[in-house]
T-cell receptor, first 112, second 114 residues
């Protein structure tokens, strides 16, 4: 079946603009995660959705970051008033409950 | 907060050499352990995982890892590497509370030379 997809694959924006990143998880997967990977660093957890439970937002670095998920489908990660330090690859993963996470190809965000 | 250390950032090996990549984590409770691999131009994909049971775990492409609880380690091994194993390898820890959000190491870039 289809894997996790993300769009856009690349996004270049100017400092101060808002951006929206999209993730389509594997069909039937109840859990969805967002991570980011800054240059030379490991993946950093941002937010986790599990079914209809309240999301775990403990990894969001500031209130400029927010995410939504519609049921057990698409999720969007929004970054408001982007800063240069937000430049990173943003990765989405999905899983059946708390089993193995399957990752998407990522969105490379560059803030000029 | 838990952390994951990968001690080797860049490794260069010749084909047929043996590989061992170190991974240590800091969390003292029950954990789930993973190795992910990212081949050039491809997604992160699961190499192997440990949730419970036999501490010696076998994954795809001849890789294996051993969970040593007393050493908080989960080292990745392969007896004979191939040029196609050139990739970045990430160790990750999950299951430490609140879903299975993963804490990743910084990765090891492996280059296998012919």
């Amino acid at each position: 079946g289809a894997g996790v997809s993300q769009s856009p694959s690349n996004k270049v924006t100017e400092k101060g603009k808002d951006v929206e990143l999209r993730c389509d998880p594997i069909s039937g997967h109840t859990a969805l995660y967002w991570y980011r990977q800054r240059l030379g660093q490991g993946l950093e957890f941002l937010i986790y959705f599990q079914g209809n439970s309240a999301p775990d937002k403990s990894g969001l670095p500031s209130d400029r970051f927010s995410a939504e998920r519609t049921g057990e489908s698409v999720s969007t990660l929004t970054i408001q008033r982007t800063q240069q330090e937000d430049s990173a690859v943003y990765l989405c993963a999905s899983s059946w409950r708390e089993d193995t996470q399957y990752f998407g190809p990522g969105t490379r965000l560059t803030v000029l | 907060a838990q952390s994951v250390s990968q001690h080797n950032h860049h490794v260069i090996l010749s084909e047929a050499a043996s590989l061992e990549l170190g991974c240590n984590y800091s969390y003292g409770g029950t954990v789930n352990l993973f190795w992910y691999v990212q081949y050039p131009g491809q997604h992160l994909q699961l190499l192997l995982k440990y949730f419970s049971g036999d501490p010696l775990v076998k994954g795809i492409k001849g890789f294996e890892a051993e969970f040593i609880k007393s050493k908080f380690s989960f080292n990745l091994r392969k007896p004979s590497v191939q040029w196609s194993d050139t990739a970045e390898y990430f160790c990750a820890v999950g299951g430490t509370g609140g879903g299975n959000k993963l804490t990743f190491g910084t990765g090891t870039q492996l280059k296998v030379e012919l």
